[in-house]
């Protein structure tokens, strides 16, 4: 990999640590924001799942785009979509805004997080780009880890709940601007494709022909043995991640647990996925990437049925909490990592579309019948139950990749990482 796209590289880093604490310090925030507001829990289920809904429509083409105009100019696209997701959230007296933020959110995700990681893996060898994968996913977390943190203390200092989460919205609003000056400033330097060199231009994608192409393109790569588990896995994981970040906020203050304890829970999970990626390396080298992300899905799914057992115990729901973050962080490394080996550069922006299509379908099914269930049970018994379920979806998941190992073709996922110091 050359110095100039090291830094190209070093920035992707950087620039998902910035927009994951953006989307850390407001994302806690909003079941709490959204109650404060009259919403009830089904509603609130309903408008987290809206996030989901645009990217389905969008996840490929936007994948597609990537590899067409680079993955620059989609995060500046991305930005302005998280901007006006911001400032909707810092205006909403009512469920319309609440509900077109998470509209807007959800399109900013999908697009900028797929060009961050197609930035952060351009370029280098299997070791080179894997190292680059690890930095990006614990930088990821540490702004999972920062960014709660930092709205609960905006939280905090006023003196009505209501518009401390308000605040924490403001506060995001202002370091996506900030984050957008960044982005401008690497397009000046970032060599964007050239139009003439590009299989499919810009505006042949944005046709309904162009779209549907996408679409059949980006799923075709799901032939892929490797691609084939590594979605499979990421939306079970993801499945739990989704109902999990969104409701245990909710169920934490209904247990009087004060807002900035509420913060730091949140900040912790993303401090235990930070820390998990150091141990990553240890694991890689001794077992399978598939036995590491299976295993990770098993012990996340436990963690959603123990959550009413701990809740009572602040500091064993604090240690739960961390469990939890620390079996989710390693998802995004690992199934980045069986996923691209088996796809060249060419098509990683169609291919990290695809990967996020499939966690919002995840984030469709997860809030909206979690909220459901949560409404008719109440949220201890919809935790126990649910969890109970993943638990044992998980366990069949581990128990079929194990049985079918032997019989698929050598593409390197039942074998140990090598070291990359090796």
């Known amino acids: 990999m050359s110095i100039q796209s090291d830094r190209f590289s070093g920035f992707g880093v950087f ?95 999908i697009i900028m997080a797929s060009s961050f990681q197609v930035l ?27 960014g709660p943190v930092l709205g609960g203390l905006v939280v905090t200092a006023v003196a009505s709940p209501l518009e401390g989460y308000r605040m924490a919205f403001v506060l995001s609003s202002v370091a996506t601007l900030v984050l957008m000056g960044g982005l401008a400033w690497l397009a000046r330097y970032f060599p964007h494709p050239k139009l003439d060199e590009i299989e499919i231009r810009p505006r042949d994608v944005m046709t309904l022909r162009g779209v549907t192409q996408s679409y059949r393109s980006g799923i075709s790569l799901a032939h892929h043995r490797a691609v084939q588990f590594g979605l499979t896995a990421t939306f079970l994981i993801m499945y739990i991640q989704s109902l999990y970040i969104s409701f245990l906020p909710l169920y934490l203050s209904h247990n009087d647990y004060a807002t900035m304890l509420i913060s730091t829970a949140i900040a912790l999970k993303g401090l235990a996925g930070m820390l998990a990626r150091f141990l990553l390396g240890f694991l890689m080298v001794r077992f399978a990437l598939e036995t590491i992300l299976t295993t990770a899905g098993v012990i996340a799914a436990a963690c959603v049925v123990m959550t009413p057992l701990a809740v009572g115990d602040p500091v064993l729901m604090l240690a739960l909490v961390a469990l939890m973050g620390a079996a989710v962080g390693v998802n995004l490394p690992v199934s980045i990592m069986i996923m691209v080996d088996a796809i060249g550069e060419g098509q990683r922006g169609k291919l990290m579309g695809l990967r996020l299509l499939v966690n919002r379908f995840a984030q469709i099914l997860s809030p909206v019948m979690f909220g459901l269930l949560g409404q008719m049970i109440g949220l201890g018994a919809a935790f126990l139950s649910g969890g109970a379920l993943l638990v ?31």
Not at 123 to 139: E, H, L, P, Q, V
Not at 393 to 414: E, I, P
Request: positive net charge.
């Open 15 to 109: 620039g998902g640590f910035v927009f994951f604490t953006i989307v850390g310090l407001a994302n806690p925030f909003f079941t709490l924001f959204a109650a404060e507001l009259g919403a009830s829990t089904f509603a609130i289920g309903a408008m987290v799942t809206l996030r989901a809904v645009l990217p389905i429509f969008i996840a490929l083409p936007s994948g597609q785009l990537i590899d067409s105009i680079g993955p620059v100019r989609m995060l500046q696209i991305g930005s302005v979509a998280l901007l006006a997701s911001m400032l909707c959230t810092v205006l909403a007296n009512g469920l319309v805004l609440l509900s077109l933020s998470q509209i807007f959110l959800g399109a900013a995700i």
């Open 120 to 146: 952060v893996a351009r370029g280098g060898d299997r070791a080179a780009r894997n190292d680059a994968i690890k930095r990006y996913s614990m930088w990821m977390s540490a702004g999972g880890m920062v």
């Open 392 to 422: 044992g979806v998980l366990a069949g998941f581990s128990v079929y990749v194990r049985r079918s190992g032997a019989g698929t073709q050598a593409d390197d996922l039942h074998a140990p990482a090598k070291d990359p110091a090796e």
